[in-house]
């Protein structure tokens, strides 16, 4: 089996990020841990916040695919937005895709699409038994590694989804039938 991507985005979050780099150039994006800003995921311009040695690179988003599509080779730097993640964080969550998708309402004052009227929203599925095993054979790169040139393979399999439902499926609220 493939390695899966640790990370997954919305057709409308690809769309924000498409104007936000078009308004700000290369971005960033970092899965906070809490805090004040509630463990939102927020976008810097590329290089605004300091990523560690060891914090863990999730992927990389890749502005130049539609949904359904999978890329051949890396993006360029305007086109390519690394998602990363503290490394306690990712210990935490290691077993868990995280699908990155944009809502209405005012996130975090720090995060670039706060003037926007959306916020960025992190939602997860956790990897199947056959993904984690996938996911074991590859060490994921963690920010020293990226500070001394090293970069991930593009995916193999498309991170563009329609909505967040197509990656996370929802289940029925309590006492809903079908």
Do not use: N
């Not at 560690?52 to 359904?68: E, N």
């Not at 929203?121 to 020293?144: C, I, K, N, Q, Y």
């Amino acid at each position: 089996m493939p390695v899966p991507p640790r990370v997954v985005t919305t057709a409308d979050a690809v769309e924000l990020l498409r104007r936000l780099a078009g308004r700000h150039g290369p971005l960033m994006m970092h899965q906070s841990g809490g805090c004040c800003d509630g463990s939102a995921p927020m976008c810097y311009p590329d290089g605004e916040f300091v990523v560690g040695d060891r914090d863990v690179l999730l992927g990389l988003l890749d502005l130049r695919l539609a949904v359904g599509e999978t890329a051949r080779t890396l993006p360029g730097d305007r086109d390519a937005v690394p998602v990363w993640i503290s490394g306690s964080q990712f210990d935490a969550w290691k077993h868990t895709r995280l699908v990155l998708d944009v809502v209405p309402g005012r996130g975090s004052g720090f995060s670039l699409e706060a003037p926007e009227g959306l916020r960025f929203l992190s939602r997860g599925v956790v990897f199947t038994d056959d993904e984690t095993a996938a996911l074991a054979s590859a060490a994921p790169l963690l920010g020293r590694d990226w500070a001394a040139g090293a970069r991930p393979e593009p995916a193999t399999e498309p991170t563009v989804v329609a909505e967040a439902a197509d990656a996370c499926p929802v289940p029925p609220a309590r006492g809903a039938t079908s």
